[in-house]
């Protein structure tokens, strides 16, 4: 095909078609590897035929952006979209899924990742790839050689406002982009069309690509590893689901903690609300994780997602965790909360479940009548937890607002001053425990506003689990230790004749959690009322934290940790994950890469500069040479013993009017020094150098790419032609005279 119809060289076609596939799979963080595979191989495929059809019917041209787009749904449909065909032909309901998949991009903000892989989330990723191909190759030869990348950069870059990849994925990305462009920017070889298949000209064509590929290698490195040491604090990369909420989220819901104190009434407390069948003793259920508190209300502080296919601990988390599963199935439970655990990793058999994730709190539009939930449980020791600090970055909690006088001055005096740890955690859940009451007769109180809290605390009034939860949080926050108030259920004594667990209002809890460091939220109870009377399980959260009360001192007997000096500079020997020294890695890339940029240009001067110096034949052909290897550095392919006719055609669309003169100038003055006889002057010399001058000149009107490409191209510094390759050429260049003449 034509320059200005389509593209110069199925290598571009490629290159653009690649570089928007990997884009595509910038989305695997969202929707995992396995899910995306096949749809955006599928439509690689489709664009490089369609491609390959249009070259090989040129009729067809005119037509290349519907036939992409239409194989291309077609593509999407079969592969994405089955589920909705009848046989595998798109039905009312594909065209649905297509036009919902316009939108798709922010329903699948609204989910934790990896997403769900539902047709209907999935589709707006190889519709954007699909986008992108079309795009990139309308644009190839119609453009400067950059601008069909863009569209996939660009893409890449959506992908990123997603999920930001880190560590040996972007670097694998961008040396996935850096082959694309050396593949775009080399140089084709002039004077020859699309479709000649010539061996030689193959092996230059791909010779041409390492140089180009080798720098961004070498850069992709140099930036990988320069950003991993400017950024050792390994900060959470912004993302656009940081300012996005599940539009799924229902109106305000009545609060399990309004509802406490009600289901602890006699009338009420028999009554049953769930069931539960775990793979292991459960100590406690949680309905719901609540942070902010305006000195009335307690509310949750982050925004409910779609719960995706599986939810990871979190990088909070940096203990080892179990995967546990328990079947649950509801009784009487109104309201959308589903029973829960503070890790959950997925939920099955419920509809659209939504979770907030910094609490662990689920719910669901339509509560099933039964679901498994599978989450997961850290393992740790009590020694580990009272060696262990608390969490000053904790995410979700908000402001408790203006303490009153007295709260502060009683939270203050609790733990005598000493600094936010668990073991001060644990100690102020003790001054709760051996200073205050629980109530234990009709009616019971309910409230857990300030003035419902200082009654509790300054009046020493009795309360329930609800007031001491309440009070724990406020004074815990008021000591620097980040904690929130969860409700639940205890877990029941004893289980079924069936061997399920019925978990009835009676089993009805509010409970402080803590926020420890590498543990995540903890669990305390302030009030007492977490035990079942049943036998405590060996490693349960509950056994670990027991074990912990018993060996805590009284807070004013408590130590403060020391406090380690920040190091004067980074501490040598960071490594990546596979082990190689950041320090080490950066230097040896750097170096090689500033070796490329400078060794390179600076190895071709003195190479001109020394055959300039010749004198006599080997001066001319000195100029000869110097001459070839400009070329070839273009791309140009010479042989061995080429004659000036044979490269003049090789660089006939190369070379200008000007560069063109330079180089019969070369050869006119090269044919006097070897078969005139007479032995070659100064003058002759100077002659031939004032062709490869003028060779330089005409050069220089070729575009800055590539320009740029030829004084980093490596092949024509390192190539040689040997004395029998010399020897033959010469001979050819005899044959060649003694024919014109």
Same mark, same amino acid.
């Given at each position: 095909?034509?320059?200005?119809?389509?593209?110069?060289?199925?290598?571009?076609?490629?290159?653009?078609?690649?570089?928007?596939?990997?884009?595509?799979?910038?989305?695997?963080?969202?929707?995992?590897?396995?899910?995306?595979?096949?749809?955006?191989?599928?439509?690689?495929?489709?664009?490089?035929?369609?491609?390959?059809?249009?070259?090989?019917?040129?009729?067809?041209?005119? $037509?290349?952006?519907?036939?992409?787009?239409?194989?291309?749904?077609?593509?999407?449909?079969?592969?994405?979209?089955?589920?909705?065909?009848?046989? *595998?032909?798109? @039905?009312? !309901?594909?065209?649905?899924?297509?036009?919902?998949? #316009?939108?798709?991009?922010?329903?699948?903000?609204?989910?934790?990742?990896?997403?769900?892989?539902?047709?209907?989330?999935?589709?707006?990723?190889?519709?954007? %790839?699909?986008?992108?191909?079309?795009? *990139?190759?309308?644009?190839?030869?119609?453009?400067?050689?950059?601008?069909?990348?863009?569209?996939?950069?660009?893409?890449?870059?959506?992908?990123?406002?997603?999920?930001?990849?880190?560590?040996?994925?972007?670097?694998?990305?961008?040396?996935?982009?850096?082959?694309?462009?050396?593949?775009?920017?080399?140089?084709?070889?002039?004077?020859?069309?699309?479709?000649?298949?010539?061996?030689?000209?193959?092996?230059?064509?791909?010779?041409?690509?390492?140089?180009?590929?080798?720098?961004?290698?070498?850069?992709?490195?140099?930036?990988?590893?320069?950003?991993?040491?400017?950024?050792?604090?390994?900060?959470?990369?912004? /993302?656009?689901?940081?300012?996005?909420?599940?539009?799924?989220?229902?109106?305000?819901?009545? !609060?399990?903690?309004?509802?406490?104190?009600?289901?602890?009434?006699?009338?009420?407390?028999?009554? &049953?609300?769930?069931?539960?069948?775990?793979?292991?003793?459960?100590?406690?259920?949680?309905?719901?994780?609540?942070?902010?508190?305006?000195?009335?209300?307690?509310?949750?502080?982050?925004?409910?997602?779609?719960?995706?296919?599986?939810?990871?601990?979190?990088?909070?988390?940096?203990?080892?965790?179990?995967?546990?599963?328990?079947?649950?199935?509801?009784?009487?439970?109104?309201?959308?909360?589903?029973?829960?655990? =503070?890790?959950?990793?997925?939920?099955?058999?419920?509809?659209?479940?939504?979770?907030?994730?910094?609490?662990? /709190?689920?719910?669901? =539009?339509?509560?099933?009548?039964?679901? @498994?939930?599978?989450?997961?449980?850290?393992?740790?020791?009590?020694?580990?937890?009272?060696?262990?600090?608390?969490?000053?970055?904790?995410?979700?909690?908000?402001?408790?607002?203006?303490?009153?006088?007295?709260?502060?001055?009683?939270?203050?005096?609790?733990?005598? *001053?000493?600094?936010?740890?668990?073991?001060?955690?644990?100690?102020?859940?003790?001054?709760?425990?051996?200073?205050?009451?629980?109530?234990? /007769?009709?009616?019971?109180?309910?409230?857990?506003? $300030?003035?419902?809290?200082?009654?509790?605390?300054?009046?020493?009034?009795?309360?329930? !689990?609800?007031?001491?939860?309440?009070?724990?949080?406020?004074?815990?926050?008021?000591?620097?230790?980040?904690?929130?108030?969860?409700?639940?259920?205890?877990?029941?004594?004893?289980?079924?004749?069936?061997?399920?667990?019925?978990?009835?209002?009676?089993?009805?809890?509010?409970?402080?959690?803590?926020?420890?460091?590498? %543990?995540?939220?903890?669990?305390?109870?302030?009030?007492?009322? =977490?035990?079942?009377?049943?036998?405590?399980?060996?490693?349960?959260?509950?056994?670990? /934290?027991?074990?912990?009360?018993?060996?805590? &001192?009284?807070?004013?007997?408590?130590?403060?940790?020391?406090?380690?000096?920040?190091?004067?500079?980074?501490?040598?020997?960071?490594?990546?994950?596979?082990?190689?020294?950041?320090?080490?890695?950066?230097?040896?890339?750097?170096?090689?890469?500033?070796?490329?940029?400078?060794?390179?240009?600076?190895?071709?001067?003195?190479?001109?500069?020394?055959?300039?110096?010749?004198?006599?034949?080997?001066?001319?052909?000195?100029?000869?040479?110097?001459?070839?290897?400009?070329?070839?550095?273009?791309?140009?392919?010479?042989?061995?013993?080429?004659?000036?006719?044979?490269?003049?055609?090789? =660089?006939?669309?190369? #070379?200008?009017?000007?560069?063109?003169?330079?180089?019969?100038?070369?050869?006119?003055?090269?044919?006097?020094?070897? $078969?005139?006889?007479?032995?070659?002057?100064?003058?002759?010399?100077?002659?031939?150098?004032?062709?490869?001058?003028?060779?330089?000149?005409?050069?220089?009107?070729? &575009? $800055?790419?590539?320009? %740029?490409?030829?004084?980093?191209?490596?092949?024509?510094?390192?190539?040689?032609?040997?004395?029998?390759?010399?020897?033959?050429?010469?001979?050819?260049?005899?044959?060649? %005279?003694?024919?014109?003449?």
């Amino acid at each position: 095909m034509e320059r200005g119809d389509l593209v110069t060289s199925r290598r571009s076609v490629l290159a653009v078609i690649g570089a928007a596939v990997l884009g595509g799979l910038c989305f695997a963080p969202v929707f995992g590897l396995r899910s995306l595979l096949l749809p955006i191989l599928v439509l690689g495929a489709i664009a490089f035929a369609v491609t390959e059809l249009c070259r090989a019917v040129p009729a067809a041209a005119p $037509w290349r952006p519907l036939l992409l787009v239409v194989a291309g749904l077609l593509g999407i449909t079969e592969t994405v979209l089955w589920a909705t065909t009848m046989a *595998g032909l798109p @039905t009312a !309901s594909t065209l649905r899924s297509l036009s919902h998949g #316009l939108g798709a991009w922010r329903l699948t903000l609204e989910s934790t990742w990896p997403a769900r892989p539902d047709p209907d989330l999935l589709v707006f990723v190889p519709m954007l %790839v699909l986008l992108v191909c079309l795009l *990139g190759i309308e644009l190839l030869g119609r453009t400067p050689a950059l601008v069909p990348l863009l569209p996939a950069i660009v893409l890449a870059g959506v992908s990123q406002a997603y999920v930001a990849l880190a560590g040996i994925a972007a670097v694998v990305v961008a040396l996935g982009y850096g082959i694309a462009l050396a593949a775009l920017v080399a140089p084709e070889r002039p004077g020859r069309t699309t479709t000649r298949t010539d061996p030689r000209s193959r092996g230059v064509r791909v010779l041409a690509l390492i140089p180009g590929a080798a720098a961004v290698v070498v850069a992709a490195i140099v930036g990988a590893v320069a950003v991993s040491a400017a950024d050792p604090a390994g900060r959470t990369p912004y /993302t656009l689901q940081k300012v996005q909420s599940s539009s799924a989220q229902q109106g305000p819901q009545t !609060s399990p903690l309004d509802d406490l104190a009600g289901r602890l009434t006699k009338a009420n407390a028999a009554k &049953p609300v769930f069931r539960y069948r775990a793979d292991v003793p459960v100590d406690r259920w949680r309905l719901i994780a609540l942070e902010d508190f305006d000195g009335v209300n307690w509310t949750i502080g982050q925004p409910f997602l779609r719960l995706g296919s599986e939810l990871d601990p979190g990088a909070e988390v940096r203990v080892p965790v179990t995967r546990r599963e328990a079947r649950i199935e509801f009784a009487d439970l109104e309201g959308p909360w589903l029973p829960s655990q =503070a890790l959950p990793a997925a939920v099955q058999g419920a509809t659209e479940p939504l979770v907030e994730p910094v609490g662990g /709190t689920l719910m669901t =539009a339509e509560p099933p009548d039964r679901y @498994t939930l599978s989450w997961f449980q850290p393992s740790v020791d009590a020694k580990f937890l009272l060696r262990a600090g608390v969490d000053p970055e904790a995410a979700g909690l908000g402001d408790l607002g203006a303490i009153p006088n007295e709260v502060a001055a009683l939270a203050e005096r609790a733990l005598a *001053g000493r600094q936010a740890t668990f073991a001060t955690a644990l100690a102020l859940e003790n001054y709760l425990r051996t200073n205050y009451a629980v109530a234990a /007769t009709d009616p019971l109180p309910t409230g857990h506003s $300030w003035p419902r809290l200082q009654r509790f605390l300054i009046g020493r009034e009795p309360g329930t !689990s609800e007031q001491f939860a309440a009070a724990y949080v406020a004074m815990a926050r008021a000591n620097g230790i980040p904690a929130r108030l969860v409700v639940g259920f205890r877990a029941p004594p004893e289980r079924d004749s069936d061997g399920w667990y019925t978990v009835r209002n009676g089993d009805a809890l509010a409970w402080p959690e803590v926020a420890v460091d590498g %543990v995540g939220w903890w669990p305390l109870d302030p009030s007492g009322r =977490a035990k079942t009377g049943k036998p405590v399980v060996p490693g349960s959260a509950e056994d670990v /934290t027991e074990q912990a009360r018993a060996e805590v &001192p009284p807070a004013d007997q408590i130590q403060d940790p020391e406090v380690e000096p920040p190091p004067a500079a980074d501490p040598p020997g960071r490594t990546w994950s596979f082990g190689v020294p950041v320090a080490g890695l950066f230097a040896a890339s750097s170096a090689l890469l500033l070796l490329w940029l400078l060794g390179v240009p600076t190895a071709k001067w003195l190479r001109a500069t020394i055959r300039r110096r010749r004198q006599g034949t080997a001066g001319v052909v000195g100029a000869w040479s110097e001459v070839r290897d400009r070329l070839r550095a273009y791309g140009v392919p010479v042989a061995p013993g080429m004659t000036v006719r044979e490269l003049s055609d090789e =660089a006939d669309e190369l #070379l200008d009017q000007r560069a063109a003169a330079g180089l019969s100038t070369v050869a006119e003055c090269v044919d006097l020094a070897l $078969w005139s006889g007479a032995a070659p002057d100064a003058e002759l010399t100077a002659r031939a150098w004032s062709g490869v001058r003028e060779v330089k000149r005409g050069l220089r009107t070729r &575009p $800055w790419t590539e320009r %740029v490409q030829a004084a980093l191209e490596l092949r024509s510094l390192v190539w040689r032609s040997s004395r029998r390759a010399w020897v033959s050429g010469v001979g050819r260049w005899r044959r060649g %005279v003694v024919a014109a003449r």
